[in-house]
């Protein structure tokens, strides 16, 4: 059983740091897309980061490029969002996910849609303030 499980989640200030990681288990070997996205209530789910496992794609969304950092350890188990120079738009729920990706089409394009990714984590709070 596939499980995507999202830690490092809480409160920050504005202009602060915070860190997310994402534990996989169960995802069979071979080449995978993996995700960040955000939601707010009353707003669609919004694509943050993207990286091919194999370290050859990575996008982000127009709202945190520069500021959001997207990796995996080198065990390809964990991935992690590391989320600097905070301001309130960043307080959202954080999802992880995941998508095999066969020939890297999925993280080849730019955009970074919810559509694309079958597999989910629960998702973790992170709230910015002043």
């Not at 059983?1 to 999202?6: A, D, P, R, S």
């Not at 897309?33 to 370290?55: H, L, N, Y």
């Amino acid at each position: 059983q596939v499980q995507l499980v999202e830690s490092g989640g809480g409160s920050a200030q504005v202009g602060g740091s915070l860190r997310l990681s994402c534990a996989a288990s169960g995802l069979t070997s071979g080449r995978y897309c993996m995700g960040w996205f955000r939601q707010v209530p009353g707003k669609a789910r919004e694509g943050v980061a993207k990286m091919d496992s194999t370290g050859e794609f990575t996008h982000y969304g127009d709202a945190v490029r520069g500021r959001f950092t997207i990796s995996q350890d080198n065990d390809k188990n964990t991935l992690h969002l590391e989320m600097n120079i905070l301001i309130p738009e960043d307080t959202a729920r954080y999802y992880c996910a995941a998508q095999r990706d066969f020939w890297g089409s999925i993280c080849r394009s730019t955009t970074i849609y919810q559509s694309d990714f079958q597999y989910w984590g629960q998702g973790i709070q992170a709230t910015i303030s002043s």
